[in-house]
């Protein structure tokens, strides 16, 4: 039988090792040292069961139609054109972050002649946690997930020659840098620990695993516009969709978001008579809530839900537009 031989050399004094097969630990018989041997390894596939059948996603997206400020006529317009379930695959990995975070934290007092005092406090916080992460390991188009959240329920391989599958098509070692970012960001926030002067952190990678999990797919059309939202094949939960917005909910937003602005605003300059701080905040409050009515307004003909790559409007943009509402308020 013809097998496949490895030459391993010792990174200390480069003598050659000899280990058993299965082993991974070794003492080098020449200079003592103690390695850890690791080769390449498949990775661990997981496939959750698909629970629901097309009447459960297509009973859950009337259910989401009803919920929200999506068209009022939506449950009775709308009209379900496919629903299909997909197996989407998503890296899971946990990583362990060991270390320690040292800084201190301010506390200020005033006396009773206004004289403000400043106190440092050292804070010192072991982290020694497991935290778990995951990301989709295929381009999911404009499905609207990206990260998995329910790693409950049923495994099982039975459906996989019935549903179709994606494949994965993105690096597992960028996942696990990914991971190692996302559970060093997660340690620092458990730290609480406001100003950091020292931190020795080391996050390391515990267990990799490609979790193919199931989705349903409804595509839906309403007033000659397609639509669509997915369906947990897992939970029976909604996942993401998008659905259209009532014109009504965005005449009464701009309405009484722009009047509810504007009387916060005179209101804050009226009174702001003897105080010019008072007229600042209500100006400050007045602009904001016109910000958000704006923002309603703008995108409030479509309602998103899930994890979609939209294009979110900038600063200078809501500014113009509430700059626009004010003109055509103002002519009226």
Request: proline letters at 4%; aromatic letters at 10%.
């Amino acid at each position: 039988m013809i097998g496949i031989s490895v030459g391993l050399n010792c990174p200390a004094c480069g003598g050659a090792i000899q280990i058993s097969e299965g082993e991974n630990t070794v003492i080098c018989q020449y200079c003592n040292s103690t390695l850890f041997i690791e080769g390449d390894k498949g990775v661990h596939t997981i496939a959750f069961k698909n629970r629901y059948q097309r009447e459960h996603a297509i009973a859950a997206t009337f259910d989401w139609w009803r919920r929200g400020l999506k068209a009022r006529d939506l449950p009775k317009s709308g009209k379900i054109l496919e629903a299909y379930p997909i197996y989407l695959p998503f890296w899971n990995v946990t990583t362990r972050v060991a270390g320690w975070i040292c800084g201190y934290e301010e506390r200020r007092y005033t006396d009773q002649r206004g004289n403000v005092r400043v106190e440092r406090i050292p804070k010192e916080v072991m982290v020694l946690q497991d935290y778990t992460f995951s990301e989709i390991a295929c381009d999911p188009g404009d499905l609207g997930i990206a990260h998995l959240k329910n790693l409950q329920g049923e495994t099982t391989f039975e459906d996989f020659e019935m549903i179709p599958t994606f494949e994965s098509t993105t690096s597992k070692d960028d996942a696990i840098a990914h991971a190692r970012a996302d559970a060093i960001n997660r340690a620092r926030a458990y730290a609480k620990v406001p100003n950091v002067t020292f931190e020795r952190i080391h996050a390391i990678p515990k267990r990799l695993s490609l979790i193919y999990y199931p989705v349903w797919v409804v595509r839906y059309s309403y007033r000659d516009r397609m639509y669509m939202n997915t369906v947990d094949g897992v939970t029976g939960a909604i996942l993401s969709g998008r659905a259209p917005g009532d014109p009504l909910y965005q005449s009464l937003a701009i309405t009484g978001g722009t009047s509810i602005g504007g009387l916060i605003a005179a209101g804050g300059i009226l009174a702001g008579a003897a105080d010019w701080r008072i007229a600042a905040a209500g100006v400050v409050v007045g602009s904001i809530v016109l910000a958000i009515t704006y923002l309603f307004f703008r995108h409030g003909s479509e309602i998103v839900q899930g994890e979609f790559k939209s294009k979110r409007p900038t600063a200078k943009e809501t500014i113009q537009g509430i700059q626009q509402i004010a003109s055509q308020l103002g002519r009226v």
